[in-house]
């Protein structure tokens, strides 16, 4: 099992960034394929990211993040991150860190979120 913090949201302006980290508890943490997902309001929760997709198994973006966010894992932290640049005010979210057993599994075990506020 493992549990998930996440920090690193706030208040930005448009056109800026932001880093999110997700620290994660357990000593297996480098076994499992971690995620970001974010919720707007009153939407549906999406996903954002992944480090390993099950198609070739390499990091995954939605297109609506692709070539602005990057998922990075530092596994001797215990910490995955998302670095969002170049962000829009449609990026307003609570964002969810995620982690699943193998890049077949469910997504079992997310953190509480952390605000993401994007300026026009």
């Known amino acids: 099992q493992v549990q998930l913090v996440e920090s690193g949201g706030g208040l930005v302006q448009a056109g800026g960034s932001l880093r999110l980290s997700c620290a994660a508890s357990g000593r297996t943490f480098s076994s499992y394929v971690m995620g970001w997902f974010r919720q707007a309001p009153g939407k549906e929760r999406e996903f954002v990211a992944t480090?390993?997709?099950?198609?070739?198994?390499?990091?995954y973006y939605a297109d609506s993040v692709k070539g602005r966010f990057t998922i990075s894992r530092d596994n001797a932290k215990n910490t995955v991150y998302l670095q969002m640049n170049s962000l829009k005010p449609e990026d307003t979210a609570v964002y969810y860190c995620e982690a699943r057993t193998s890049e077949l599994s469910r997504w079992e075990y997310w953190g509480q979120g952390t605000q993401v506020t994007v300026s026009s």
């Open positions: 480090d390993r997709w099950w198609s070739g198994g390499r990091t």
